[in-house]
């Protein structure tokens, strides 16, 4: 069974920096695309980015390009977001989630991580 | 591509049929998927390729379009369908977007 395990929620101050997780098992980890997706509170779904965690290729969305990283550790099968200086503005649930295949939609889904950055 | 649903919120009386739009802003072709959140829940695969049903997925749930215009159907309504329901369009890889969701109320 495919599943795809996301670490805890965070709370950070503005101008830390933080690294979140997503562990991925079931499947071959490096040959599967991972997207993550950012839902502000009470808005809707945003595409971030995705890698491939083979070669680790990453695209991001023009909207979080600069803003965030992506990058994954195939040993580990785990894949991560991180920000090097937070703002009150990332505070959001952020989800990982599988691509089966390059192009589809992803199907296998993490139970996301509730970033929360205040002073 | 910009992914534009209506209505934002639909309220449909248990049994009813539910309908939901999904328009693109340029050609999609089929790659069209549909999601389903639960309050408190990550998102869930319904649809891809407009029309197909994921594992799992019961047979009220149906996709049909092509194109720019895209909708969703809830033949029987249950009570279990609350949620909100989000269009993805997955034709300009890796720039996948969302449209911005439509909350489906129990009457």
């Known amino acids: 069974e495919v599943q795809m395990v996301q670490s805890g929620a965070e709370v950070k101050k503005p101008g830390e920096s933080l690294k979140i997780s997503c562990g991925g098992s079931g499947y071959s980890f490096s040959r599967h695309w991972i997207a993550w997706v950012r839902q502000l509170p009470g808005k809707g779904l945003e595409w971030m980015g995705v890698i491939y965690p083979g070669d680790s290729d990453t695209t991001y969305s023009p909207s979080f390009q600069g803003q965030v990283t992506i990058s994954a550790d195939k040993s580990i099968s785990t894949a991560y977001l991180q920000w090097s200086s937070l703002k009150a503005s990332d505070s959001a649930l952020y989800y990982c989630?599988?691509?089966?295949?390059?192009?589809?939609?992803?199907?296998?889904w993490g139970q996301g991580t509730l970033v929360t950055v205040s002073s | 591509i910009v992914m534009t649903q209506s209505p934002a919120t639909l309220s449909v009386s248990p049994g009813e049929r539910a309908t939901l739009s999904c328009r693109a802003s340029?050609?999609?072709?089929?790659?069209l998927a549909w999601y389903q959140q639960k309050p408190g829940q990550a998102p869930r695969l319904l649809i891809s390729g407009a029309s197909t049903r994921a594992t799992g997925i019961p047979t009220r749930f149906s996709g049909s379009g092509s194109g720019t215009e895209f909708t969703l159907t809830i033949s029987s309504l249950q009570s279990e369908d609350l949620a909100v329901y989000y269009c993805q369009q997955y034709s300009d890889w890796p720039l996948y977007t969302f449209g911005q969701g439509t909350k489906l109320e129990i009457k």
């Open positions: 340029q050609n999609v072709n089929y790659n």
């Open positions: 989630a599988r691509l089966s295949v390059r192009g589809d939609p992803p199907e296998d």
